[in-house]
């Protein structure tokens, strides 16, 4: 059968693909209008849009705020920097170059410091250092662009001010004779010199004031200071005081009340006016004596290289002195001090030249103990520009010191040693008892019988003495000189019998006991109750007592907050001595254990922090 076309035709004449939808219903246009299908899709595109530039903009400004706090933290990094320069640096260069070295040189505004309108960001007084500076830097966006903002910018301002109070030091040193084991005195030296230039170096001249107080047995004051207070000079040979218990309790020795003088004596001798051996109460050499209120490096290294060693140790007295020299009490002897001339300089002029007179000799200007430029010190506890501070390096623990008590016999006027002052006399002439004007000028005739010879002291003869010694035991004397005894009815005669007698003084016990000690009495007699008395176990200051003392003193002057610092030298963890160093010292960091060599780093490091210390006052 032939078809007419390929097409397959259904039986209603209708094609195959319109065959298979007949049946199906088509929507209307107006349906079509009213499908909400697929709009979600276009919701979720433009909240996506929306969160991408809200992110955006949170993503620039946390990097804006990244970027301006580490701007503002190099700018106050910078401006710390140059406000704690020291003394004498110029400030600018070091911000400048601070940030510089944190790339950041091109955000730093104009720094004022011409001085010209009285508004300068660069200030610097006498104690005072103030910086201020600002930095400004821009930063593209990465997606704000989006919403029109190409850039954020990011401001720093930031100023520091850098107060420098005064400074006091009292550096106290054990120079007991264990310091004198080990290289320990010469470690100390350099440590001690090396601590000394750190603090001067770090201050305006004068603006740093250091004491040194060197201690063993006692500790020395030295004759300005003691003529300075308020103390009878019972005797001339040293210048310690004797302190109670009470003494300990307050920081000041006050120049207005009555001190007792320390007797100078020894326990042991190597004879008649000869007590320069280690067992004295009171060491009389230069180096033991107190270097107050100095400034000038030279003589603080002298004296630091001056000390020896030997003694026993007595902390509670360095740290007694160490603290009355920061108490404002003392005041009026630094002022007594400041006119005391101890030596003549020549003058230099500013080229470092010796200025000549019109004879060409070197003009000459005065040194004085304390320097001109030293102001008023010890300053007051409560003045907030001074800054006050102890040192206390110990190598041991205290130990005892021998003494006489207060109510001892052997104190005061009457003792057993006597003066005896005579002159040389020149033969005169000579004449007969039995005829009185039979004269001769032989002074042969003395030696013959009834001639009698007439002496006179000469125009130009000097007083002498000879010292006679009573024997309590047989009441006799003792020519200490000629080593002779005499009985006391020949001693009470002697106006007359001695040629060219001038007078007979009964020694105090003060003066005689700094002639003689106690063992040479005993040695010569057999006398021993006075040395007994000053040797006792009762009659001692011992380690123990020194020990309270010190701790009532170091009480005492942190109560003023008084900064300490302790340095235990070479002495045992947990022993007497570390115990009582720690507890004197501000706190366990303020102190310090130190082996050989190591105690330069404790000197170091407490010069550290007293130099930063003075910053953060």
Same mark, same amino acid.
């Given at each position: 059968?032939?078809?007419? &076309? ?8 209708? &094609? ?25 899709? *276009? ?39 140059? *406000?704690?320069?020291?003394? =004498? ?29 009285? #508004? ?33 910018? *990011? ?28 290289? @320990? ?6 440590? =001690? ?42 005797? +001339? ?14 920081? *000041? ?17 190597? =004879? ?37 060693? +030997? ?161 309590? @035991? ?51 007699? &057999? ?8 040797? &006792? ?14 701790? #009532? ?20 963890? =947990? +022993? ?5 160093? @720690? ?20 000197? +170091? ?13």
């Amino acid at each position: 059968m032939k078809y007419k &076309s390929a097409k397959f035709l259904n039986r209603s004449g209708l &094609s195959a693909a319109r065959y298979r939808l007949r049946g199906v219903k088509f929507p209307s246009p107006t349906a079509f209008r009213k499908d909400e299908d697929g709009a979600v899709i *276009a919701f979720t595109l433009f909240a996506f849009l929306i969160m991408l530039l809200v992110g955006g903009i949170a993503i620039d400004v946390m990097r804006q705020e990244m970027t301006r706090a580490r701007l503002q933290n190099t700018l106050d990094s910078a401006v710390l920097a140059a *406000a704690g320069a020291p003394y =004498g640096t110029d400030p600018k260069p070091i911000l400048q170059d601070y940030m510089a070295k944190a790339k950041m040189s091109a955000y730093l505004g104009d720094i004022d410091d011409d001085g010209l309108d009285g #508004d300068d960001d660069i200030i610097q007084t006498l104690n005072t250092s103030k910086v201020s500076a600002t930095a400004r830097m821009s930063m593209d966006t990465h997606l704000m662009h989006m919403s029109g903002v190409k850039q954020l910018g *990011a401001v720093a301002a930031s100023s520091a001010e850098r107060r420098v109070p005064k400074l006091e030091v009292s550096l106290v040193l054990d120079v007991s004779g264990s310091m004198g084991n080990n290289e @320990k005195l010469a470690n100390l030296k350099t440590a =001690g010199k090396a601590f000394i230039t750190s603090i001067l170096n770090s201050s305006k001249p004068g603006d740093a004031v250091i004491s040194i107080v060197p201690f063993s047995w006692d500790v020395a004051p030295g004759p300005h200071i003691f003529d300075a207070l308020s103390a009878d000079p019972l005797q +001339s040979y040293s210048t310690c005081l004797q302190f109670d218990d009470d003494d300990f309790k307050n920081a *000041a020795i006050d120049p207005d009340e009555e001190h007792l003088q320390l007797i100078y004596t020894s326990a042991d001798h190597d =004879g008649f006016d000869k007590l320069n051996r280690t067992y004295r109460t009171c060491f009389t050499d230069d180096y033991a004596e107190i270097l107050p209120y100095s400034i000038n490096r030279t003589e603080l290294h002298n004296k630091i290289d001056s000390l020896k060693a +030997s003694g026993n140790t007595s902390g509670n007295m360095g740290m007694k002195w160490g603290a009355a020299l920061l108490d404002s009490k003392f005041q009026s002897v630094k002022t007594a001090l400041s006119s005391v001339v101890v030596g003549q300089r020549p003058v230099v002029d500013a080229e470092g030249n010796v200025v000549l007179d019109g004879e060409n000799n070197p003009v000459t200007e005065s040194i004085y103990m304390v320097d001109p430029l030293v102001d008023v010190v010890p300053a007051a506890y409560d003045e907030g520009e001074t800054l006050k501070v102890i040192v206390m390096m110990g190598d041991g623990q205290n130990t005892y010191s021998n003494q006489f008590p207060v109510t001892s016999s052997y104190r005061g006027p009457n003792s057993y040693l006597h003066e005896v002052t005579w002159k040389e006399q020149e033969f005169k002439y000579a004449y007969h008892t039995k005829k009185k004007d039979k004269i001769s000028d032989d002074e042969g005739k003395c030696t013959k019988k009834k001639w009698e010879c007439i002496y006179e002291a000469a125009p130009d003869a000097e007083l002498q003495s000879v010292y006679y010694l009573y024997n309590p @035991k047989e009441d006799k004397y003792l020519n200490i000189e000629d080593d002779v005894m005499i009985s006391a009815s020949d001693f009470d005669d002697l106006e007359t019998t001695m040629v060219g007698f001038e007078s007979s003084d009964q020694l105090s016990w003060e003066l005689a006991w700094g002639l003689m000690s106690p063992d040479f009495l005993g040695d010569k007699f &057999s006398y021993h109750t006075a040395k007994n008395q000053f040797q &006792s176990y009762t009659n001692r200051v011992q380690g123990g007592e020194k020990d309270a003392q010190m701790r #009532d003193i170091c009480t005492a002057i942190k109560n003023k907050r008084v900064v300490v610092y302790t340095i235990g030298f070479e002495i045992g963890v =947990g +022993s007497t001595a570390e115990v009582e160093l @720690k507890s004197c010292a501000t706190s366990q960091a303020h102190y310090y254990r130190a082996e050989g060599i190591n105690i330069s780093d404790a000197f +170091s490091s407490i010069a550290s922090n007293v130099v930063n210390l003075r910053l953060t006052q």
